[in-house]
C-alpha cells in the first residue's frame, strides 16, 4: 500500500508519524508542525535536525551525579561557586531543571534514573543507589536533601535512602511535603493534609 | 437497557501504570465489580486534585465514566488513605506484597466481595502495626481460600487419610499434605514439622482472634512463609516481584539489628 503513494508525500507522512509519537503532539498538531516544516527554510530544518541527532549522539550522563550533560563532570558538579557540603537527590535529570529554574538551591545534585518498585520489580539496583552511597562516603558532603517525588514509590526510596545515609553520619532532609501551591484545601487528600498540618510553620 | 454512564464505586488501588505525559491507568480492586482498570487524566500534575486519592494503597470512593475501552476517573475522595503504611518502608513493602497478591490472582472484572474485604482489613491490620508476618500469613490462607485454592492440611492428599501428629510433607503439586507412606510417591514436598502444620490450619481457620495470639518464634515463622510462598509461586508459575522487595528489606534489617552502630 505504501509503495503507491508519491515518494513525496510518503515523506511528509513519515515526518507526521514520527512527530506524532512524541508526547504531547496529538494527529493535528503533528500535521500543523510537518507543513510548518516543510514551508521552512533549508537552514532552519537543518538545525533542528541536527539538535535533533547530537541530544542522543553528544550526551551522557555525568559520572559523578548521572545528569544529562556533554561534558563530564557536568557545569553543575564542575561549578566553584556551588555549595559542595549539599546534594539534592532527584528521581531524573527533569527534575534538576524544575530546581534550577527556582534559582534557590546552590548545592549540587545526584539523579538516581528511577525510584524503588516493589510491584514492578525495581530494586535497589536498578537506579543510582550505590553511586551515591560511593559518591557520599569519604565525601565534604554534610547535608543530602531527598527531593524523590511524593508518591508512593518516591516516599519509599526516600525513606530506604535515609536508613542508609543517617549512619553515615551526614544530615538527611526531604523536601517539605505539603499542599501544592494554588490548590484548594478541600481537595487535597488525607495524607497531604496531614503532613501539611504536621509541617506547618510559624509564620 | 443501557448501562448509565456514570457510576461510582468504593476501590483500594491495587496497581498504578503512567499514561502519557500526566496520566494514570489504574487497576482498582472494588467491592461489587471485582478488579477493574481506570484511566486517571492528569493525576502525574502537581495541580491534580485527585492525585493523592489515587495512590497504590488507598481505600477511596471513586467516580468513573464509561468508555469505549476503558472508563475514567472523574472524581475521588480518600475513605481511609493508611498513613502509617505509607510512612513505614517496612509496612509499606508488606503492603504492596498484599496487592500484588490479589492483583495476581483475581480475574478482571469479576466480583469477590470477601476478596475486597480481605484485602481491606489486612492493610487495617498492617496500618495499626499488628504482627506483619501474621498478617500477612493469615492473609495468604484466607485468599488462597477464596480464590479457590485451600491446601489440604486435614488429611493427606494421596491416601486420604487423616495425618499423625508427626513431620509429614507438603507437596505444592498435589496441593496439600502427604504422609510419611505416600511421600516416597511424589518427588517435590517440603518436610513440615507438626508445629507448623497445627500453625497452617489455625491460620486456614479463619478466626483471626486465636491468630492474633499465636507466638511465632523466629524459625517457626520462617517455616511458614517458606512453604506457603512456594505453594504460591508453583500456582503462579511466577515470583511475586514485591517478595523480593520484602525479603531484601529484612535482610537488610537483620543485618543492622546484628551488627553494632558504626562508628562516625
Ligand atoms: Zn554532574
Ligand atoms: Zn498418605
Known sequence: ?203 | MPKPRTYQTEAIIIKKTKLGEAGRILTLYTPHLGKIQAVAKGVRRPRSKMAGHLELLTHSQIALARGRNIDTITGTQTINGFLPLKSDLELSACALYATELVNQFAADDVEDYPVFQLLLVTLQRLSQRENSDLVLRYFELQLLNAVGYRPQLEQCVACRKPLKETTNAFCPGAGGMLCSSCRPTQPFAYPLSWEAQKALRLLQGGDYESVSRMTLTPELSHQLEVVIRNYIRYLLERDLKSAAWLDALKAQSGQANLSPTAPT
Do not use: W
Open chain 1, 1 to 203: 500500500m505504501n509503495s503507491e503513494i508519491p515518494p513525496a508525500a510518503g515523506a511528509v507522512d513519515r515526518l507526521i508519524q514520527e512527530l506524532n509519537r512524541l508526547p504531547g503532539v496529538g494527529p493535528k498538531s503533528a500535521q500543523r508542525l510537518a507543513y510548518h516544516l516543510l514551508r521552512a527554510s533549508d537552514e532552519q530544518t537543518k538545525m533542528l535536525a541536527d539538535a535533533i541527532l547530537s541530544v542522543k549522539q553528544k550526551t551522557k550522563l555525568c559520572s559523578t551525579c548521572f545528569n544529562i550533560t556533554d561534558t563530564d563532570p557536568c557545569p553543575i558538579c564542575r561549578n566553584q561557586q556551588r555549595d559542595l557540603t549539599k546534594v539534592c537527590v532527584v528521581e531524573q535529570p527533569q527534575d534538576i531543571l524544575a530546581l534550577e529554574h527556582t534559582k534557590s538551591y546552590n548545592g549540587l545534585y545526584h539523579v538516581l534514573h528511577g525510584a524503588i518498585s516493589p510491584t514492578e520489580g525495581i530494586g535497589t539496583n536498578d537506579i543510582r543507589i550505590n553511586e551515591l552511597m560511593e559518591r557520599l562516603k569519604g565525601s565534604s558532603v554534610t547535608e543530602v536533601i531527598l527531593a524523590t517525588n511524593p508518591t508512593l514509590e518516591g516516599e519509599q526510596t526516600a525513606m530506604y535512602l535515609n536508613k542508609l545515609i543517617t549512619p553515615l553520619g551526614i544530615r538527611v532532609t526531604r523536601l517539605a511535603r505539603g499542599l501544592p501551591f494554588g490548590t484548594e484545601l478541600e481537595y487535597a487528600d488525607d495524607v497531604t493534609l496531614t503532613r501539611a498540618i504536621e509541617g506547618r510553620q510559624e509564620f
